[in-house]
Structure formats: structure tokens, C-alpha cells
């Protein structure tokens, strides 16, 4: 039965620091992960909004567009498709402000999260296109004009021609070059009217407001809520579960102060290191993009290879930038609790090695009726053996006097 104890103490041990690390990592992951700051942040330190400009518009074009058109013909998709995507950086920021689009970003992530933790009955995101359509028909549109003007290479007399028969409505074919100054206005007013139809082709808001009326996208939403209540009543049960291990630890096989402080500290400093094990790993720069590359190169974003050309890798960049982020802040939690666990266990060492100290007994504190034993008198003796009282002298050393002589009766005769 002991060693069935030991036995069974030694298991507790190991899940013990296996689950102490898994509880913290769980915890600071679910408060971190379940706040809006968290996003807002790593956003803003990876600039995410000034790159993801270049996929924003083409995303919202492309639902407007017919998909039979010919690549010939002049949309804005065929526009943006013919600029090289550095020229197409540098223009779409005219047209879309990074301030306006972060300011969007963050007001959707308060109104998600806050419906998430029921702070709020109704989801309501939404993206306002007012100053967008504003900065398309505008001043920014026709600077954006300009820009994609100078970005082309001149064009050639083939392609004067078919400008020409552009102009005058006898041919949809229309050459996406630089015109020479007599054509220029031509070409100009043309690219101005492209961006004003986009203008007015863009909704109001995005998504449309009726999306929530979908019962596909209400069940989806209710699963999710559903799917974080259910992980926020797992991460307490998980927290529950090392206090859990380390009772039935005590049970089996403590017997003392002592004995409990080498076990609790032990396990301690253990779990402790296992839970900064996995901190290089996730901070390195080399494991994570190897780990989300098939996540990643499996999606189909809208718009991006439009943003950067076939073959670029923008989009996953900017995912192991977001990721990264959210890591980093994730670490210092961690790190704290980590910390504290081997901190403490280090305590608990240092009181059970002193709790064994101050308990040893001393060598001369043996038993009375040991073997080899000499009893220490705990009165003073007599030169005669006689014990005294209070170590005063008995009646028969006091000076000057002599002893009573006690003389036994005799028999009777």
C-alpha cells in the first residue's frame, strides 16, 4: 500500500506540471485574446492600416463588378490591374486616409467585442463609405488621376489609335498608357468619370444592413458566442485542475510540514520552467510564419494579388506581423507567472530545509534507558549519593551537629 502510494503521488506530480502550465498560458491567452486593445495594438505597432489600404478598395469593387468583363475594358479593377503595385501604394493612399480606416477598424472592433461579452444585445458593424465616395469624386481623385497618369510608360501610335476610337465611342478597348499633351485631357476626364462611377457604385455602409437578417450568419454568430462562453467555464475548470493534483499530491504521500514544502516546491519550480519553455519558441521569427504558411496560403482575400501582383506575399506578411503582436504582449503574463511559480517553490524549499534544522534533536539528547547511557543528575548529590533538596546540605553534613541516632526497637521477650 505504500508504494501504491508513492505511486499514485508521483502520477498527481507529473500531471501537476503539465497542467499548472497549461493553466496559464489558458488564462492570460483568454484575457488577452477576448479584449479589444489587444487588436487595436497589435495593429497599430505593425502599421497594418496604411498596408492594407492597397486591398481595400479593390476588395469593395470587386462584388460591384461584372466578372465577364474584359480586362481591356476601362473599370477601376482593370485600372488598379494595370499600375505596378508600388504605384498603386502610393495612390490609394491619396484616395483612402490610414487615419479614416483605423478610426473604422477600432470602432467595429469596440462594437464586436462588446456584443461578445454581452455589454451590448446587438452586433453592429459597420464600415461608412460617406468620406471614401467623397475622396473619389474630389480633389484626391484627381490628384489620384494624376499619379496613375504619370506612373504609365508612354503610350504608342497603336495605342493613340485606339484612345481615339475610345473617345469617340466606337470601341470599349481602352489603353492603359501615358498619352502624349494633346490627348492627355482626353484620357483624364476618362479615368475621372472610371472613379466617380466607382464613387457612386460603393454602398452606403459595408457590410449592407440587412446582413444580420441572414439565418446562415445569425446561427454562425450565436455559435460563436456560445463557442467563448463554453472556453471561458473550460480556462476555470483548468485553473481548478492543478489545485486539484497537488491536494491529492498531499494526500497520498505528505506526512509533514516538512515533506510538503520539498513536494510543493519541487513541483513549483518544475511547472515554473515549463511554462517559460515555450516563450523562445513562440517569440522566434523563424517559427511562427512556418507555422500559419499553410493557414495562410489556403485563403482567398479579395483584392490581393490586385494590391500587390501575382505570386507576393503581402497578405501573409502582414497576418505573422498581427500574430507576432499578439505573442508579445501574450509574454509578459506569461513571463510574470512563470516567475512566480519558480519563486515561490524556491520559498518553499528554503522554509522545509529549515524546518528540518530547527527539528533534528541534538546527539546528547538520547533516551534514559539506552544502551550506554549515563543519567545526568538533575539535583545535587551528597558526597554520600543522597540526593538534595533545592541543593541544600542534608542533617548529616550540617556542622557542628550530630546525626539523631535511631535505634531499632527490640523484639519483645
Known sequence: MKYLGRFLAVLMALLFVTALPCAAWTLSAGQMLLKAETYKNALAHQNVYAELIPALLPALAESRQDPDTPPEALTFLNLIANLDANDWRRISAELIPAAWLQTQVETNLDAFFAWLNDETPILDIRFDTASLRQRLS?????????????????????????LLNFDAASGDEFPF??????????????????????ARNLPDVYPPPDWLQNPRTRTRLQEL???????????????????????????FTVRSLKSFGYWSGTLLITAGVFTLLPLPLLLSPFILPEALAPLLTGTSTPGRELAQGPGATYLEQMMHGITRSIVSELALPVLVMGAVMIGLGFVALVIAALIRSNGEKPATDRPSGSAGATP???????????????GKATDEERPGETPPTHNAPHPPE
Open 138 to 162: 474630389g480633389e484626391p481623385g484627381q490628384r489620384a488621376v494624376n499619379l496613375i497618369l504619370q506612373s504609365w510608360s508612354p503610350c504608342t501610335p497603336e495605342q493613340i489609335d485606339i
Open 177 to 198: 498608357c501615358q498619352p502624349p499633351g494633346e490627348y492627355m485631357a482626353v484620357t483624364s476626364a476618362a479615368l475621372s468619370q472610371t472613379l466617380r462611377e466607382q
Open 225 to 251: 458566442k456560445q463557442a467563448v462562453r463554453f472556453s471561458q467555464l473550460a480556462m476555470v475548470e483548468l485553473c481548478l485542475l492543478p489545485i486539484a493534483l497537488l491536494s491529492l499530491v498531499v494526500f
Open 376 to 390: 545526568t543528575p538533575t539535583e545535587p548529590l551528597t558526597p554520600t549519593g543522597q540526593v538534595t533538596s533545592k
